[in-house]
């Protein structure tokens, strides 16, 4: 029987128009980008022609994309560049419990080494952060607020633009973590009025490692790399050729089918959840039923552990997750659900279902059947 991929928050697979794109650059145009010779010049004009590209996708200008090497790499950038650009000074930073480790753990290293001050703003049970928080919590020395567009674990939408607006009248830079919104729903820097941006491609059918930070004209950054002049002098080391150009490609593609693609999601996730709260007991709902992104469903199930159930839905021939691929391993149960006030119980018995583009109807039922069979078995053994 065909496995079924339902991990694609996890990553997805690289789709063939982009693997088309990308093959070139590793065979024939293989230059590096800084060198002189034609060989070189074929790579920068590739990375020249993708970063305009990528710029008019998020309507930005060229000069404030930074290429990187993915999600956590501009993450990090976001924070520490912001954070490090204003040495010298009393510094305060704003974030979410329920943050990605990339933006979290960035943000615990500058607590904890005395960096700065750093308050965490709390989600609400549907996994909300509320904007009234935020404003609460700015202080004249805040130096740079953090809050995700999209959670991975739950897909909850946060209302970036309100956060972001609340920011920009304090003259606070706002940095949102993009990496599970974009490709899933409309992302514009301008609309959304955010000064840095984190995006991934291997979230969008695009290669692993490469990604991108969106920074605002006129905000101050460190650089995360030192070493030659690359992109701007913001991020040394040789360029990635083939996978900036291979990311770029898969946004287009994502933008080209957002709309569809995202009504088709919705409906299969929806289709999903209506079969787990009538067939299934004991099934709970962790994430905003509405305000997600349209792939991702997330739910609790009475009376099982995370590792029982994503072992037996693996054996059922499904791939599905906990929600974070970093927590794997980990005995402690997610700090997304827990700080939505999701009980430890109830968050070690999490599994995220995430659609993507191979996905149909027949999936769902068939994750229906191997639900049940799955619940009902562990829960038969106590
Ligand atoms: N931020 C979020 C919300 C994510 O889901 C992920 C990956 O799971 C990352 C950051 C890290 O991205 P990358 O895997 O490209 O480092």
Redesign the pocket.
């Known amino acids: 029987m065909n496995r079924i991929y339902a991990d694609h ?2 990553t997805t697979p690289v789709a063939p128009e982009v693997m088309a794109a990308m093959f070139p650059f590793y065979a024939n145009h293989f230059g590096n980008a800084s060198s002189v010779h034609r060989e070189g010049r074929e790579a920068r004009a590739a990375i020249d022609d993708a970063r305009m590209r990528l710029a008019g996708l998020l309507g930005a200008q060229e000069s404030e994309i930074v290429f990187t090497s ?3 790499e501009s ?1 990090n950038h976001a924070v520490f560049g912001v954070v490090g650009a204003t040495a010298g000074r009393k510094r305060h930073v704003i974030t979410s419990c329920i943050e ?1 480790h ?1 933006v979290m753990h960035a943000c615990q290293h500058l607590e904890q080494a005395g960096t700065c001050d750093v308050t965490w703003l709390p989600a609400d049970g549907d996994g909300l952060v509320n904007p009234d928080d935020l404003l609460r919590a700015l202080r004249p020395e805040t130096v740079l607020v953090s809050i ?1 567009s999209a959670n ?1 674990e739950t897909g909850t939408i946060q209302p970036v633009r309100e956060l972001a607006g609340i920011c920009r009248q304090h003259g606070v830079p706002f940095h949102t ?1 993009a ?2 919104s974009f490709g899933k729903v409309p992302v514009a820097v301008n609309t959304w009025e955010i000064d840095l941006m ?1 995006v ?1 491609a ?1 979230k969008f059918y695009g290669p692993k490692g490469t ?1 991108a930070l969106y920074v605002r004209r006129g905000t101050n950054i460190d650089p995360m790399l030192f070493g030659g002049a690359h992109e701007n002098e913001r991020r040394a080391g040789t360029e990635n050729t083939a996978g900036i150009v291979g990311m770029v490609k898969a946004a287009e593609l994502a933008a080209g089918k957002l709309e569809a693609e995202s009504m088709r999601m919705y409906q299969l996730t929806e289709r999903l959840a209506a079969g787990i709260e009538h067939e299934i007991e004991g099934a709970h709902r962790n994430g905003h039923p509405r305000l997600r992104v349209p792939n991702t469903v997330n739910y609790s199930f009475e009376g099982c552990s995370f590792e029982g159930l994503l072992l037996g839905l693996d054996l059922e021939g499904i791939a599905a997750s906990s929600g974070s ?1 970093c927590a794997v391993g980990s005995l402690e149960p997610s700090h997304v659900l827990t700080a939505m006030g999701v009980s430890r119980e109830l968050a070690r018995a999490a599994v995220r279902f995430s659609f993507g583009a191979g996905n149909t109807d027949e999936d769902v039922e068939r994750i229906l059947v191997a639900l049940r069979i799955v619940v009902g078995r562990l829960r038969s053994f106590g």
Do not use: E, I, R
């Open positions: 928050n996890a993915g999600g956590t993450d990605h990339a995700m991975n973590d990496v599970q984190s991934s291997h990604g691929a």
